[in-house]
């Protein structure tokens, strides 16, 4: 990916953190357009068409998650969202509003182009309908519905895979607990987490060198969970 021609909506208000944004960009070679409350966020989407977009939620004239509601209705750009770190709550509720991941605050440069990257790589791979997903040893063919590990086929049960399937299509983003609760069980009504916990807990019997410390699957906290991308 040329960086160069990749464009980054900033939708921030704090003029300190706003300062730090463009100048650590900018030295990336990310073009920056900015906006400094939602209303002129949700237009520059429409009108600027970014790569991706970094959100803050705490914005004077309307709440961050009223924005990504409405930037979801007019374009699938990827939403990063700067967010509290003791905000768990406002994690999930974004994230099922359709935001791609979230970089708490304070964040480091490191941390924070890691996940711009890894959003824009999803946004291609799934614009491009890849049928194979590997990362690492980990290798996933959708059409066949196979599953391998250092080049070993692994038997899945149907919610073990359709659980991993999700991951996979959404490799690098957070998935809530809600979100794979409704793809594995058609409902997150009534379905207690722990259900989903536990074919967690085998997915990673079954795919993990080392289970108790997962190299794919991995755990947010309160949140969900991301399946990594290795190179």
């Known amino acids: ?22 100048n650590t960009l900018r030295v990336q070679d990310y073009d920056v357009v900015e906006a400094t409350n939602g209303r002129d966020g949700i237009a520059l989407v429409r009108q600027a068409k970014p790569d991706l977009v970094i959100l803050d939620l705490g914005l004077p004239d309307m709440d961050g998650m009223e924005v990504i509601r409405e930037v979801r209705t007019q374009s699938q750009v990827p939403i990063l969202v700067l967010s509290s770190r003791s905000d768990e709550h406002g994690k999930v509720t974004a994230l099922d509003l359709g935001a791609d991941d979230y970089v708490c605050k304070p964040f480091g440069v490191g941390e924070l182009i890691a996940r711009m990257r890894t ?19 980990l290798s996933v063919d959708l059409l066949r519905r196979d599953v391998a590990v250092d080049g070993i086929k692994v038997k899945l049960s149907k ?18 607990h809600r979100h794979l609760l409704r793809v594995a069980w058609g409902t997150e009504t009534g379905i207690d987490v722990q259900y ?18 997962p190299r794919y699957i991995l755990t947010e906290p309160g949140v969900g969970y991301r399946l990594s991308v290795i190179d």
């Open 159 to 176: 919610k073990e895979y359709e659980i991993l399937r999700e991951l996979v299509v959404h490799a690098g983003k957070v998935i809530t």
């Open 196 to 213: 989903l916990r536990v074919y967690i807990r085998q997915l990673r019997q079954k795919i993990e060198p080392v289970p108790a410390q």
């Open 119 to 137: 959003a824009l790589r999803h946004r291609l791979a799934s614009e491009g309908s890849l049928p194979t997903f590997n990362s690492g040893g």
């Open 1 to 22: 990916m040329n960086e160069g021609n990749v464009q980054i909506l900033l939708i921030e208000d704090d003029p300190a953190i706003l300062r730090f944004l463009r």
